[in-house]
């Protein structure tokens, strides 16, 4: 851009650009095919550094970042689908050394440099890895060939222990021993936000890689976690700050998820309760913990199963999950709720009566959620009960449907043959019993929607 703001030049690349910076008279652009160095007058390409022939560590990655830094006489390129750190000559851009790391961690971008030590600091993080994914690597330049090795951590350990008044829920209990305060609270955090990730009953399933990883909740986890730090060296006073401190963030970092719970409900309020850390030094008195008043989640755990059946999960051999079902859908459809969430919960009891062998009780209810707008309703009516007949109610649901612009799916083809067939009167008929339902819909703001 010139000085008066007025558009210098435009062009069209073949690359696509990730940032950008001004370095010695040229414009350096960060890709996923490498270094592109470019003229800040006319655009013009004026060298390369092409990594387009390197083999991708991963596809499908949300994270598609290219991050190029420089200092001194090198230039450092990080490329996450790549995953590793290339270090080239910046006279001539002849590679220096590639750097990967183990255990499938991707070297994302340059984070700082000490000035003191001459050490430089690069983010890394494991992709598909909710918790405890995210690294910091720390590089001499003078010893480029140094061994990647990981830092050392302390004695740490878990176990569930059972409350004294209701047996069958259990707090989760972990132990830290290490004398240096800086490592417990580091690690402690780490070690919290895992487990708690692991095993808490989330409402909206905010943990969707853990099953990748092997990672299996316990369904015991009352979403009490207590942290205990053993033979921590240093001021009493500053010890119990540092652990008010560590409460605070991961008080405020499962609350960012609204829905980080145990697996068991306040018996006084029906809501299920936040999980939460309770740290303490070896030796000091255990916090109680209060139960929170109300159900601050309810009005996410209609979507929660709705996403379930969107992408086929519906945990329906799990007593605790079709209990938790089986409560909210008789709350929603006995109460004043929205139309649509009346519907979904309607649907939800078909599908709780088929997984009891009560096919008669689904299909009534499966109709029913199709009467008031859910068309997922009308779809496993038919897997149930076969496509409909004229005559049959469902007949001209479906019609009404169509009416809508929603088509029966690959049902409609033997639906739109059936109605070929009738007679000029019983087409009348029909078409006059499908656009009553249609006025009905609009008069009570009856809107059509699918679940799956």
């Known amino acids: 851009m010139q000085v008066d703001g007025a558009e210098k030049w435009t062009k069209e690349y073949d690359f696509k650009a990730k940032e950008c910076f001004i370095y010695n008279e040229a414009l350096v652009v960060s890709s996923l095919d490498g270094v592109y160095f470019l003229s800040p007058i006319n655009g013009d390409v004026l060298d390369v550094v092409d990594v387009s022939n390197y083999k991708l560590r991963e596809r499908g990655l949300v994270l598609e970042s290219a991050s190029t830094h420089i200092d001194g006489d090198s230039l ?24 990967s790391l183990p255990q499938g961690i991707h070297i994302d971008s340059f984070m700082g440099k000490d000035e003191t030590s001459g050490l430089y600091y690069f983010y890394a993080s494991q992709p598909r890895k909710e918790v405890g994914n995210t690294f910091l690597l720390e590089l001499d330049p003078n010893n480029l060939d140094a061994p990647i090795e990981f830092e050392p ?17 259990c707090e989760l209990h972990i132990d830290i021993t290490t ?16 487990l708690a990730m692991q095993h808490s009953l989330s409402l909206l399933r905010s943990g969707p890689c853990l099953a990748e990883q092997g990672l299996k909740p316990d369904e015991r986890f009352n979403g009490t976690i207590r942290l205990i730090l053993h033979d921590v060296q240093g001021d009493t006073a500053q ?46 008195p255990e916090q109680a913990r209060i139960l929170p008043k109300g159900n601050p989640f309810a009005e996410y755990e209609l979507d929660d199963f709705v996403s379930d059946l969107e992408s086929d999960t519906l945990k329906l051999d799990n007593k605790h999950y079709v209990a938790r079902l089986t409560e909210l859908t008789e709350a929603i459809t006995s109460e004043q709720s929205s139309l649509q969430d009346m519907a979904t919960a309607t649907y939800f009891k078909g599908t709780l009566a088929y997984i009891n062998n009560d096919e008669q009780a689904a299909l009534e209810h499966y109709f029913t959620a199709a009467q008031q707008g859910c068309f997922t309703g009308v779809l496993s009516y ?38 070929k067939r009738l007679t000029d009167s019983e087409r009348h008929e029909l078409d006059n019993a499908a656009q009553a339902i249609v006025d009905d819909w ?4 009856i809107k059509s929607f699918n679940l799956a």
């Open 76 to 99: 450092f390129y990080s490329n996450y689908l790549i995953g590793s750190l290339f270090i080239y000559n910046l006279s001539d851009l002849t590679l220096k050394k590639e750097i």
């Open 179 to 194: 004398e240096s305060l800086d490592d417990a609270i580091r690690f402690g955090e780490i070690t919290v936000r895992k």
């Open 239 to 284: 010890i119990d700050e540092y652990l008010a401190i560590l409460k605070q963030r991961v008080d405020e970092w499962a609350a960012g998820f609204d829905t980080l719970v145990g697996w068991f409900k306040n018996p006084d309020t029906g809501g299920y309760i936040r999980t939460q850390v309770f740290p303490r030094r070896a030796g000091q």
């Open 153 to 169: 951590t302390p004695d740490i350990s878990s176990r569930f222990v059972a409350t004294e008044d209701t047996p069958e829920q």
């Open 442 to 445: 609009q008069r009570n703001e």
């Open 382 to 419: 038919m897997d149930l009960g076969g496509i409909p007949q004229p005559g049959q109610p469902l007949f001209t649901l479906v019609a009404a449907y169509n009416l809508v612009g929603q088509d029966a799916w690959s049902a409609q083809e033997d639906i739109d043959a059936c109605i």
